[in-house]
């Protein structure tokens, strides 16, 4: 006697046929008798009146049938609540982003999706690169927000945008009223550049490499607000993600201006452990993150090999879907 077995019995009366209560399961008609029969036998008692047409329930078999029927209808219950619990978006989503996305890009997707969702709330902390990846690994982070993101063993890769890369310059700079700079406008200018060991220095530098540009670099930071307020003061002109300047340049404290330098961008992607689990809040949060970025990479890449390093700093997002909580600036 099986859960399958009890369906059938309840078609059975209530469509009052054997054939038709088998055509609604999907077996045969002499199947779906010999498995009633297995039923009376198996009870030890008449369920169905086989001397009329069409078939009747017996006395027992109607009450048989009440029973079978709410057990069943239970059942169904407490399947539909599982599904719902596994559909159900809530719970916190764990998200380590390197400083300028986090700072720039992440609060503007948190606030609708937590609105969208009341159950679920973001909890994000902005870090170095290398401590995003490390957040993931240690199951610190459901999901890590970085530039170049690397896909290994352990880690999958979604990209989500490539970034374009402008130079930055102070308003009164020679060169911040071009349309374009070519990259020979850049030979000898004083350089803000990002430290040594980062991906994104390694890009500009092999860029300007490959077209024998070389600038005099005067400062290097680990991450891009430092390197705006060094813009901002004269110290030197820098290549920048274009995203990361916006508000700057729609105020006119830096500007910026396109360069002659095809394929240099910053690309920015995903991370995650492989072969995770993601609960439906994470699955949804991804997708908002990758709708919002034009839905690039479906599927897991291999990306750069280069890890760079960010800022530390912390956004907590509470669970009513507004944004608060503390920055901590770049070290």
Request: hydrophobic content about 45%; overall charge positive; proline content about 6%.
């Amino acid at each position: 006697m099986n859960l399958d077995t009890l369906k059938l019995y309840c078609d059975v009366v209530r469509l009052r046929s054997f054939s038709r209560a088998a055509a609604a399961n999907g077996i045969t008609q002499s199947a779906a008798s010999q498995s009633v029969q297995q039923l009376e036998g198996e009870l030890d008692v008449p369920l169905l009146d086989r001397s009329r047409r069409p078939l009747v329930a017996t006395k027992a078999g109607r009450v048989f049938f009440d029973a079978c029927r709410g057990l069943i209808q239970g059942f169904d219950k407490a399947r539909a609540d599982l599904l719902a619990s596994k559909q159900r978006v809530d719970g916190t989503v764990r998200v380590a982003a390197i400083y300028s996305v986090g700072l720039h890009d992440m609060s503007r997707h948190m606030q609708p999706f937590m609105s969208a969702h009341p159950q679920a709330r973001v909890l994000l902390e902005c870090l170095h690169p290398h401590k995003v990846v490390e957040a993931v690994l240690n199951d610190e982070a459901d999901l890590g927000v970085l530039s170049y993101p690397t896909a290994n063993r352990s880690l999958a890769v979604l990209l989500l945008r490539s970034e374009p890369m402008v130079l930055v310059a102070h308003p009164s700079h020679r060169l911040a009223k071009r349309k374009l700079v070519e990259p020979r406008d850049l030979s000898g200018e004083k350089f803000v550049a990002f430290d040594r060991d980062l991906a994104v220095r390694r890009a500009i530098d092999r860029a300007l490499r490959q077209h024998g540009v070389k600038v005099d670099v005067v400062m290097e930071f680990d991450n891009v607000e430092t390197i705006k307020q060094a813009i901002g003061i004269a110290a030197g002109v820098s290549i920048l993600p274009r995203p990361t300047v916006v508000m700057e340049s729609g105020m006119r404290t830096l500007a910026t201006v396109p360069l002659a330098l095809p394929g240099l961008a910053r690309p920015i992607g995903i991370i995650y452990r492989r072969g995770k689990q993601m609960p439906p809040a994470v699955s949804r949060f991804i997708e908002v993150l990758r709708r919002a970025d034009g839905g690039q990479g479906g599927e897991p890449i291999q990306a750069s090999r280069d890890a760079s390093r960010g800022s530390a700093g912390a956004i907590r997002g509470p669970a009513d879907g507004g944004v608060r909580g503390a920055i901590r600036g770049p070290r």
